[in-house]
């Protein structure tokens, strides 16, 4: 049987190898061709690439990963520049598991570049990669006949261990994962087709669903928060890594960390001046594993009055905020002379929260757009009510009775 790995940490030989002996698929072998970033491409006296040509005439640019000398040209670079001037690829030639690619078949290695691209975006979060999480290639899972995605109850699970359960859209990036799609999800009745860009704006304009779960039951699962659609829509990537996250204080900073999940005795931070305000660079925990993350402040940030900013958070999720003021309500006595001073301490930090909390509200309610984690969205969906503007009064009118 054929197994599904990740090559990207593997020698290209025996990646090479793995695929001759049946070990490998032939998804996981073209992305590690286009994926490897040191073929070497041997040159002539004049600068051109080395080349061979076959019975047939047909010219083919050699690639080797076995060597030390050559020019280096990354996969991306041999299959979209280098190797349409010429003709097709031979993957080296003189090994036992060498791989001739015709031209022909160009266009097929071409798509698997921007799969990988397209992936290594989602699985690395770097900057300026709105216009490739824009345009994929993806692909959706809908309704039959239908064109918008579906959503269903999916389970989210990290490390393979399982987390939590959410009502998501599905999205997919290349044919083994619409495959793998098909297979395992085939009691659901639903299928998956190819999206154009225009899916964006679409879920952008939806408030049904909790998160996007992109590959799932694959090595390539990543779960999407639901405001990232508007957000690459206006052409921004708020995807923690993708960029420094817009804060205004350090004091939200601190409890957008406690939302988040970070260990709260492993953390610290720099601040170093920049363009038009400061930037605030973190190292967090998540259990063992750390966390490099960079914030923005506005040059006239102050930690004053306790308060996390005069304007709405543009980085906070009000699910997280409202299950954080729940939680710290919840047991403590009706009235304040029953409290002790850890209680009384519990009703202040909720305070704070929910009337920051207040300042998402909108025509009497917190809009969808302030959910911004998967867990948030959940709460938002199984419990409208608690997102009323009557709601959060009367969580604020509890924490100061008792503050």
Not at 2 to 24: C, E, I, W
Not at 27 to 52: F, H, N, S, T
Not at 84 to 101: H, R, T, V, Y
Not at 166 to 176: E, I, R, S
Request: hydrophobic content about 40%; some cysteine.
């Amino acid at each position: 049987m054929v197994q599904s790995q990740n090559p990207d940490s593997q020698s290209m030989t025996k990646v090479l190898q793995a695929f001759r002996a049946g070990q490998l698929s032939q998804a996981d072998l073209l992305r590690a061709l286009v994926g490897y970033a040191d073929w070497r491409v041997q040159m002539d006296e004049g600068g051109q690439p080395e080349i061979v040509p076959d019975d047939r005439g047909t010219q083919f640019v050699i690639a080797e990963s076995d060597v030390d000398q050559g020019q280096v040209v990354s996969g991306r670079s041999l299959v979209n520049e280098l190797a349409p001037s010429i003709g097709g690829i031979a993957f080296d030639p003189e090994a036992d598991w060498g791989l001739l690619w015709r031209p022909e078949r160009l266009p097929e290695l071409q798509q698997w570049s921007q799969i990988v691209e397209l992936e290594q975006a989602l699985l690395k979060p770097g900057p300026n990669q709105v216009s490739t999480l824009l345009n994929g290639p993806w692909w959706g899972v809908v309704e039959p006949g239908q064109t918008e995605l579906a959503t269903f109850r999916q389970e989210h699970r990290e490390g393979g261990e399982y987390r939590f359960s959410l009502n998501a859209v599905t999205l997919l990036t290349a044919p083994d994962a619409v495959e793998t799609f098909r297979v395992t999800q085939k009691f659901r009745k639903l299928e998956a087709i190819a999206l154009d860009s225009e899916f964006w704006q679409n879920l952008a304009s939806r408030a049904d669903y909790a998160g996007i779960c992109v590959n799932p039951l694959t090595p390539r699962y990543v779960l999407l928060p639901p405001h990232l659609p508007a957000a690459l829509v206006a052409g921004r990537d708020v995807r923690p890594g993708a960029g420094p996250l817009p804060a205004r204080t350090l004091a939200e900073i601190e409890l957008w960390l406690d939302l988040m999940g970070a260990r709260p005795d492993r953390r610290s931070h720099q601040i170093q001046p920049s363009a038009g305000g400061l930037t605030v660079a973190y190292e967090a925990w998540w259990g063992y594993e750390p966390r490099p993350l960079l914030f923005t402040l506005p040059a006239s940030s102050s930690e004053v009055s306790g308060a996390f900013g005069e304007t709405p958070s543009e980085i906070l999720c009000a699910g997280l905020m409202v299950r954080y003021v729940r939680g710290k309500l919840a047991g403590l006595p009706r009235f304040r002379w029953q409290a002790n001073a850890d209680q009384r301490q519990r009703a202040a930090k909720a305070l704070r929260v929910v009337n920051d909390l207040s300042q998402f509200i909108e025509a009497g309610r917190i809009p969808f757009a302030a959910i911004r984690t998967p867990q948030g969205a959940e709460l938002w969906r199984l419990e409208p009510d608690a997102f009323t503007a009557s709601a959060i009064a009367k969580l604020q009118q509890r924490a100061e009775a008792l503050a």
